[in-house]
């Protein structure tokens, strides 16, 4: 798939994505209060109250995108014969070329499980539940 091509694909859904969350999530009325609040030098209360309501079905477009790309997915891994080429790896130890140069941990690997610390409390005559 060309760019050209996959540009046209994905462009009208993340537009109606971005619309979708500055409409009707009320992210637009948040931005226009806390504009007009800094230009009047008004209280920090909000002039109107923003409303999050969360739909546990994911929206038709959602959906539809993520369709899209699941297709796009499949098509470029059939065409390039590389379908499953990271599956069962690992991360390198050194995280690749460029190896961090500071931090506490930067020496250690990734995969260690480290040191079990759940005897501790019980050496000092306690339980962790008494710390909370």
């Not at 537009?15 to 999530?25: G, H, L, N, S, Y």
């Not at 065409?79 to 500071?102: A, D, N, Y």
């Amino acid at each position: 798939m060309k760019k050209n091509e996959l540009k046209e694909v994905l462009k009208p859904l993340i537009k109606e994505c971005i619309k979708e969350v500055i409409f009707e999530d009320g992210t637009l009325s948040g931005i226009i209060t806390e504009v007009v609040q800094g230009l009047q030098g008004v209280s920090k209360q909000p002039l109107v109250e923003k409303k999050i309501v969360k739909s546990s079905r994911p929206n038709e477009a959602i959906l539809h995108a993520r369709q899209s790309l699941e297709e796009t997915k499949k098509s470029l891994q059939n065409s390039t014969g590389l379908k499953g080429i990271f599956e069962g790896t690992v991360p390198m130890r050194g995280g690749g070329s460029s190896k961090p140069q500071h931090g506490a941990l930067r020496d250690m690997d990734p995969g260690d499980p480290g040191v079990d610390i759940s005897g501790i409390m019980k050496v000092a005559g306690g339980s962790w539940n008494q710390l909370k």
